[in-house]
């Protein structure tokens, strides 16, 4: 087990981006430690749904550290694929993971497809975990399209071909603002009064910090 205050967070992610955008999510005064701060041994994200890897991310790594454990799962879901590539997101393009590669793919298998019918929407789903239980779930998504070739420098993943209602990518917004309407923001926010509760923390005093 590891010693720590408690206002410290473990999030169960090795990406560095992902790890960044919830730290900028949070308040100052809550630490975010991520999976290279710790040592855990994850189970094989083999889930049929974003909400079931997430709930086993969390419960394990929050058994094996004894942090409060926020883990999320998401990915891409395009209408021209029946919702895929859906779980697979992060590694649609083959082993080992790649953004590029994978963005590259997606817009190889969208080829020829009107911009009508490229609507998708990004999709997470968090699990809040203590001592290997899960105690609370939340989802959030945000709609968009598939764009023709990537824009921005924003960001990671999908985002520089994922285009918002307005036309500029996700790529193409600074994180304060990508943090007001993201898929995990909504998610975040939706779990956020269990999150502070948990680590003794009153919602309405941190709202201002």
């Known amino acids: 087990m590891i010693s720590t ?17 919830f730290a900028n999510l949070l308040p100052p005064t809550i630490r975010v430690l991520g999976l290279a701060d710790v040592s855990v041994d994850l189970p094989p994200e083999d889930g049929d749904s974003f909400a079931q890897i997430a709930a086993v991310k ?53 080829a020829g497809v009107p911009s009508g019918q490229r609507g998708a929407r990004f999709r997470c789903a968090i699990a809040l975990a203590r001592a290997g239980t899960v105690v609370t779930t939340a ?24 285009v918002l209602p307005d036309n500029r990518t996700m790529a193409e917004l600074e994180s304060a603002e990508k943090n007001q309407i993201s898929h995990r923001a909504r998610a975040y926010q939706a779990i956020l009064p269990r999150l502070f509760g948990d680590l003794g923390f009153s919602i309405d005093a941190e709202a201002g910090s």
């Open 5 to 21: 205050p408690a206002a410290t967070l473990l999030v169960a992610t090795s990406n560095p981006g992902k790890r960044a955008e």
């Open 58 to 110: 969390a419960a394990a790594a929050s058994l094996q550290t004894g942090l409060l454990t926020l883990a999320d799962d998401s990915g891409l879901e395009v209408d021209a694929l029946a919702g895929g590539p859906g779980v697979r997101s992060a590694r649609f393009a083959g082993e080992p993971p790649s953004d590029e590669q994978n963005r590259h793919a997606l817009l190889d298998v969208l």
């Open 139 to 162: 989802e959030g998504t945000c709609e968009g399209s598939i764009g023709l070739a990537p824009r921005g420098t924003f960001g990671f993943g999908y985002d520089p071909i994922f």
